[in-house]
């Protein structure tokens, strides 16, 4: 089992920054791919980037060159350095982890709240 928590969230006016991190805990040696998604008012689940532990990574269109997603293994932490932030950001922001492949693996964060203000 794995344990994630994310934490960095906030408040934040447009054209602002954040970084976000998730730390994971338990049986970590199994990772393969952390990836965050997120979560907007009165709308699905959607993929934002994702990285494996040999530092290959995925970002979703619309988040491409403002967000950088990084990985420290030696510390089994997640970031997500967010730039330039629109208001179209806003939303719950969940850190996930799989053992095998890249996306929407079994492992869940409870999730931080982004707001970004116009």
């Known amino acids: 089992q794995v344990q994630l928590v994310e934490s960095g969230g906030g408040l934040v006016q447009a054209g602002g920054s954040l970084r976000l991190t998730c730390a994971a805990s338990?049986?970590?040696?199994?990772?393969?791919?952390m990836a965050w998604y997120r979560q907007g008012p009165e709308k699905k689940r959607e993929f934002v980037a994702a990285?494996?532990?040999?530092?290959?990574?995925d970002y979703a269109e619309s988040v491409k060159g403002r967000f950088t997603i990084s990985r420290d293994n030696a510390k089994d932490t997640l970031y997500l350095q967010m730039n330039n932030l629109r208001v179209e950001d806003t939303g719950v922001y969940f850190c996930?982890?799989?053992?095998?492949?890249?996306?929407?693996?079994?492992?869940w964060g409870q999730g931080t709240q982004v707001t970004v203000s116009s």
């Open positions: 996930n982890a799989n053992d095998s492949t890249w996306y929407y693996g079994p492992y």
């Open positions: 338990g049986s970590t040696f199994s990772i393969y791919a």
């Open positions: 990285t494996t532990r040999g530092g290959e990574t």
